[in-house]
């Protein structure tokens, strides 16, 4: 299940996970970056726990600049190991540990992107209480292996469950506004919260929920905040903001940018049993912007339901 989720914001065919891991090691949370600046700066990183060690699993182009800088690369160098037909290499700096492999494969960042055809996937532990052998890490990454298509048939969608709602609004500690739909194909992959969005900046609470279509260019963001805001959510008369619709009574803003389109309400204080202001904020890729998406994103916004 978690597979398909992680899948949904990198790609089934570039999403490479372990098969095999130590007891007591289990999966938190993962998110997929870009700097949307070229597509050998892409990454995914899974993190796992076992006790209060910390792993983190990366996959990336394998000329991703971080990697490039830290020596993680398959090139002139004699492996660790050779597990599973895969040379797997290894090293310990200080008090990290990190093994890698460069495997090939054959997937697209996004239809019309060039083939991809290898991939660099580490995984990197901090010394610590539950910290594995360097054997360990090493059978992690030889075991990884493609995961499926993280996308819903058809004209489908998959939100959160219930529970999963359940568990966002016990972190959240505020009415929280969810969507009721999505792009065909796009199903939900993974949520966090912060107390302060932008400590010092923007100290409302915020709470995110990704979704996904087997694409890292091909998400959605989902950003609830509770607490008053000066700069998103303008009164009657301000110019920056002006409101592109009212759906249900709720005024709908927009903001079209270079790499992604910003649709967002603000709900005054009792206007969905909330104590403070909300502000319902759906971010989407530009790869996805069009008349059909920007209404549906406004629909998604103007209909959101308190979970």
């Avoid at 597509?39 to 993190?47: A, H």
């Avoid at 995961?147 to 959160?160: N, Q, T």
């Amino acid at each position: 299940m978690k597979a398909r989720r992680i899948a949904a914001v990198w790609g089934g065919a570039l999403t490479y996970l372990p098969r095999w891991t130590p007891k007591g090691v289990v999966v938190t949370h993962w998110w997929a970056g870009t700097c949307a600046c070229g597509t050998d700066d892409n990454r995914l990183v899974v993190q796992f726990v076992r006790r209060s060690a910390r792993l983190d699993w990366v996959v990336s182009d394998p000329d991703q600049i971080d990697r490039t800088r830290a020596g993680v690369v398959c090139t002139r160098r004699r492996p660790a190991a050779v597990i599973n037909r895969r040379a797997i290499f290894y090293r310990k700096r200080g008090t990290f540990q990190t093994a890698w492999a460069c495997i090939a494969v054959s997937g697209r960042w996004a239809p019309g992107f060039d083939l991809l055809r290898r991939l660099t996937i580490s995984v990197t532990q901090r010394a610590d209480a539950g910290r594995l052998r360097a054997l360990d890490l090493e059978r992690m990454v030889a075991s990884a292996h493609a995961a499926p298509r993280g996308s819903a048939l058809g004209a489908r969608f998959e939100l959160p469950s219930r529970s999963e709602v359940a568990r966002m609004a016990r972190a959240f500690r505020r009415p929280l506004l969810m969507p009721a739909e999505l792009p065909r194909g796009f199903i939900y992959s993974d949520w966090t919260f912060a107390a302060r969005a932008q400590p010092g900046y923007d100290d409302r609470r915020q709470l995110s929920v990704a979704f996904g279509r087997d694409s890292l260019f091909a998400r959605i963001t989902w950003t609830v905040y509770a607490g008053a805001d000066r700069v998103d959510c303008p009164n009657r008369t301000s110019q920056r903001w002006p409101r592109r619709g009212v759906i249900d009574g709720r005024p709908i803003y927009v903001n079209e940018a270079i790499h992604g389109v910003s649709v967002w309400t603000c709900l005054p204080p009792r206007a969905a049993g909330n104590v403070q202001p909300l502000e319902a904020v759906l971010w989407y890729d530009i790869r996805l912007h069009g008349p059909a998406m920007l209404r549906l994103a406004m629909r998604m916004v103007g209909k959101a339901k308190a979970g």
